[in-house]
């Protein structure tokens, strides 16, 4: 007697998936996701040094952007084997503005090595997604209220401490707030209407 082939029941295809995300959460950009080996662990990089290189690649995007912008420190997030670091930009960017934000960004990671991953052109919340050589990702994303994010994801890396970033805003730093207030500086250019 043969016996049917039974699919699995909804609840069970459910809880692989749900199982299975977080497990894709860190990795490289070759795709390496979860295996707990990637170009950071190799390298014997930890989660404070992922952190470092983390602010100094947002640190970098953030001066090559002309003219300067307002920002503020966002919240420092560790996974299982990766950091997030994140800047708010505190400066309004009019809807007319916001591309040439991205461009700028863009612009300033082709030129450095950078590969562009994907560019969302929605018109409310645009973004510009990219990765570097050694796996970390970055981001620049317009959110709620028009306000720019920039975000940057390590790859896999050794699990440690991470201190605050030393790198010190240039306005008001909004210690132990949040969420950080919505975008309140206003800029010639970049509050400005027009192309």
């Known amino acids: ?10 609840v ?16 490289s950009e070759s795709g390496a996701r979860g295996d707990g080996v990637s170009a950071g662990k190799e390298k014997g990089v930890d989660m404070q040094e992922a952190a470092e290189q983390s602010d100094a690649m947002l ?16 919240p420092t997030t560790t996974r299982a084997c990766g950091v997030t670091r994140r ?22 990671w082709r030129k450095n090595g950078y590969r562009i991953k994907a560019v969302n052109k929605d018109e409310k919340f645009p973004a510009v997604y990219a990765v570097t050589r050694s796996g970390f990702g970055v981001s620049v994303s317009f959110r709620g209220k ?44 970049w509050s400005g209407k027009g192309p």
């Open 59 to 74: 640190d970098a995007v953030l001066k090559g952007i002309d003219p300067d912008v307002q920002w503020a420190h966002g």
């Open 1 to 10: 007697m043969r016996r049917a082939k039974r699919a699995l029941p909804p």
């Open 146 to 189: 028009g306000q720019a994010f920039l975000e940057a994801d390590s790859p896999c890396v050794k699990e440690s401490k991470v201190a605050d970033p030393t790198t010190e805003p240039n306005g008001p730093a909004y210690k132990d707030v949040y969420p950080l207030p919505r975008p309140n500086v206003r800029s010639d250019f």
């Open 87 to 108: 800047r708010t930009v505190m400066t309004v960017v009019s809807p007319e503005r916001r591309q040439t934000f991205l461009d700028r960004a863009e612009n300033f």
């Open 12 to 27: 069970a295809v459910v809880l692989v998936l749900a199982l299975g995300v977080p497990l894709a959460g860190c990795g």
